[in-house]
């Protein structure tokens, strides 16, 4: 009964896999959805802060003073995104220790899917990663 054994608990391990993955995917998601925020404020800024200073030309100089809070706050917008790139990573990193701790298979042979350079999961048999870009290997 070796052979059912062996089965039986790779499906285990495959379970605690699929369950560290949802939720490092429910983190990642939450994450993801901030950053989204952050650079859509970002850009919305720098947008702002492009139509005023055309405004302000149109109806005589630029006021340097007046665009200063704005591109202020592009940094404060920008220090925000990078302290949520590295709860990211955290994410990522913890994940890859949950899996380590279960003995699962590493990412990439767990449940035959890839794990691409970007951290990125795909599904099996996926060619290009949709983040990066980047062709995966068979
Ligand atoms: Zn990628």
């Given at each position: 009964m070796a052979f059912f054994d062996k089965m039986k608990e790779s499906l285990n391990k495959g379970t605690a896999t699929v369950s560290i993955k949802a939720q490092t995917m429910l983190e990642l998601n939450k994450v993801k959805a901030e950053i989204s925020n952050l650079e859509k404020q970002k850009k919305d800024t720098l947008e702002a802060i492009g139509e005023r200073m055309v405004e302000m030309k149109r109806a005589g100089a630029i006021s340097v003073e007046e665009v200063e809070p704005m591109v202020l706050s592009v940094f404060e917008v920008e220090a925000k995104l990078a302290e949520k790139e590295l709860e990211k990573q955290e994410v990522l990193k913890k994940e890859e220790e949950a899996l380590k701790a279960t003995g699962a298979a590493p990412a990439q042979e767990a449940q035959g899917g890839i794990v691409c350079e970007c951290g990125e999961v795909l599904a099996?048999?996926?060619?290009?990663?949709?983040?990066?870009?980047k062709k995966q290997d068979e």
């Open positions: 099996p048999g996926t060619k290009f990663c949709p983040k990066c870009g």
